[in-house]
């Protein structure tokens, strides 16, 4: 068993290559969870409704999930320092435009574009490092660079409130900018050229079949409820097309030898359980991230900067949660520690499903703290799982699927989320009360998502296999390490 003094130093390159990726993926990690804050005040701005409103975040996400599965390929084919510097081109063009955007709509398109250079950028960061760091150095340099993406959940929250409730809700993309343009500049500079391979195989088909079906399926469900007796058969005929054509995908990528995403990896027990719980994840994250700063302006009446206060304990929590996630992932085994923080994340959402109650604030930041720190806990211990029977050589590809479902999860969260509250506001009065319980009832939603994580985890191993253990404690890179791609940030 190799000793802690034999592992080879980080060295001053890779440090500084290191600190250059964190530069470039902050602003892309921030954007998760800085947006959610000015969703009230753009809501006001164009005139939309909630469920409308959504979409700035649910076509970001999507978008993410979209352009993940083709950076293997792309990175293969043109080299990691081209894209790296594209993707930091396009979040950055996208940010611009939607400082400028008129409307819902061009706002939400301007999401698009800045969706396709968060989406790649983030893999793109684990990608580069992996290749500079080798493997006896990558358990280190991720939890460095993981720092950031543990703080975003906190400083997100906090600095969109300071922003929206001082300059804006503009100023949230506006200052993407210096940070894109800084990282441009530094990766330029330190960032290896890298050799491409030239023209590798793209699986072309899986392009054209799945994209489309993933967008057609979340706008046909999003606009299904809205949508009146009349006019209900254009989104039922998104949703009969956007089926067929995930069907296609499913009959050509069983049969295809490097397809867009590896559906053979779903032979393995452990790693579907991990999968589904990875999608119930996004969808327990990123919908309540939805709800609750429109909870704490309409309901309770909170300023935009007040709300980023409000939202800080979750963060806190789930930066708590990430923190002794891998010693209890080590110590109990993935079971237990998804049921034990499928329980918490239920129960710090229990406390706003009772909204027509008026629960005081210092309950609901309490129940926040649960909250997050259940969440943390989930993320890390979903992580630590997916992994567990999938060969060595097909890892890789393993991750670009979790990344992929998680971002799905993570923008279904959202559509379900507004979609839901848009009824049950269209079913009530607006008096102050009535308006609580339908809030307090979309949370029940939430709530309910969340304990579906318990029938996957069932078909989770009772704990890691004593080898795994033992050589855990020499192995460079933690359970803990190896999750920070999972984390909601991410």
Not at 364 to 382: D, E, K, N, P, Q
Not at 459 to 486: E, I, K, T, V, Y
Request: proline fraction near 6%.
């Amino acid at each position: 068993m190799a000793t802690k003094s034999e592992a080879p130093p980080l060295g001053r390159p890779l440090l500084v290559l290191a600190g250059v990726q964190m530069v470039g993926s902050f602003a892309a990690l921030l954007d998760a969870t800085i947006v959610t804050v000015a969703l009230d005040a753009t809501s006001r701005e164009f005139d939309a409704s909630e469920s409308a409103v959504a979409w700035v975040s649910t076509a970001y996400l999507l978008t993410m999930a979209l352009v993940t599965p083709v950076v293997g390929w792309a990175i293969d084919r043109f080299g990691a320092r081209r894209m790296w510097m594209s993707a930091l081109a396009a979040f950055l063009a996208g940010s611009v435009l939607c400082g400028l955007a008129w409307s819902l709509e061009s706002l939400v398109v301007f999401r698009v574009v800045q969706g396709v250079g968060g989406g790649l950028v983030l893999p793109l960061n684990m990608a580069i490092l992996a290749q500079a760091a080798g493997p006896k150095r990558f358990g280190r340099i991720m939890s460095l660079v993981g720092i950031p993406g543990q703080l975003a959940p906190i400083l997100g929250p906090v600095l969109g409130g300071v922003i929206v409730g001082t300059a804006g809700w503009r100023w949230i993309f506006i200052i993407n900018i210096p940070l894109c343009l800084l990282a441009l500049v530094l990766s330029w500079r330190v960032l290896p050229a890298g050799n491409p391979s030239g023209e590798v195989p793209l699986d072309r088909i899986g392009l054209a079949l799945l994209p489309p079906a993933l967008v057609l399926l979340v706008y046909g469900f999003s606009r299904i409820g809205e949508a009146g007796e009349a006019s209900r058969a254009l989104p039922v005929l998104f949703l009969g097309v956007g089926a067929a054509l995930l069907v296609a995908f499913v009959v050509h990528a069983l049969r295809a030898d490097a397809p867009l995403i590896d559906l053979r990896l779903f032979a393995h027990r452990t790693f579907t359980a991990s999968s589904v719980m990875t999608f119930l994840h996004g969808i327990a994250v990123y919908g309540p991230l939805l709800l609750l700063p429109l909870f704490y302006a309409r309901v309770r009446g909170y300023e935009a900067d007040d709300i980023g206060w409000l939202l800080a304990p979750q963060g806190i929590g789930s930066l708590i949660g990430i923190s002794v996630a891998g010693v209890l992932a080590d110590r109990y085994g993935a079971r237990p520690l998804v049921i034990g923080s499928t329980v918490l994340t239920f129960a710090g959402t229990l406390p706003f499903t009772q909204l027509s109650a008026d629960p005081p604030a210092a309950l609901l930041s309490a129940a926040l703290v649960v909250r997050g720190f259940g969440v943390g806990l989930l993320g890390v211990a979903i992580a630590t799982a997916a992994y567990r029977d999938v060969p060595e050589g097909r890892i890789s590809r393993a991750t670009g699927t979790i990344s992929v479902v998680q971002r799905i999860g993570a923008s279904s969260g959202t559509a379900v989320i507004a979609l839901v509250l848009g009824l049950q506001l269209a079913d009530t009065s607006t008096a102050p009360a009535a308006e609580a319980g339908a809030y307090g009832h979309t949370f029940w939603w939430a709530a309910g998502l969340t304990l579906v994580s318990l029938v996957p985890a069932a078909l989770l191993p009772r704990m890691r296999p004593a080898a795994d253990r033992q050589d855990a404690g020499g192995a460079d890179a933690s359970p803990r390490q190896r999750s920070d791609s999972g984390s909601p940030a991410s």
